[in-house]
């Protein structure tokens, strides 16, 4: 682990957040189970390449003993398909409301849920 202020944990999903339909909100992942997060972070952006390559050598490894889901709030840049796997089967449910409410996709700037592209290629597109 190339810088000190990173690490990597896990945290228990249980209790009251896994008697929840996954699909009665938005985040799906409700059975008992524990979260694997990495967070990656350092203060000199020198370090940059040889910290992004450590966490994702870190994940790669994991991998394999990891599910393909992920907790929207734990991501960083990691594209679309991301954001996907954190919606699970919702996520086409949620497409569908962000259509009818942010057809302009307003609320972008996060892990962003984009409108269906027959919205975004027409007069709304971004």
């Known amino acids: ?5 990173s690490g990597a944990g ?4 249980h209790g009251a957040a ?16 524990y979260d694997f997060l990495i967070l990656s972070q350092w203060s000199d952006a020198a370090d940059s390449q040889r910290n992004i390559e450590w966490t994702r050598a870190l994940f790669e490894a994991m991998r394999p003993h990891l599910e393909d889901a992920v907790y929207v709030n734990n991501l960083g840049d ?31 700037a996060n892990q962003n849920i984009a409108p269906p592209p027959d919205v975004l290629g027409g007069e709304h597109g971004r």
């Open 1 to 5: 682990m190339p810088s000190s202020a």
């Open 18 to 33: 896994s008697r929840v339909a996954p699909s009665a909100t938005a985040f799906p992942h409700r059975a008992e189970q």
């Open 78 to 108: 990691e594209g679309p398909s991301r954001v996907r796997a954190a919606y699970g089967d919702n996520y086409p449910r949620l497409a569908a409301i962000k259509k009818t409410y942010d057809p302009d996709n307003l609320f972008r």
């Open 10 to 13: 896990l945290q228990q999903m």
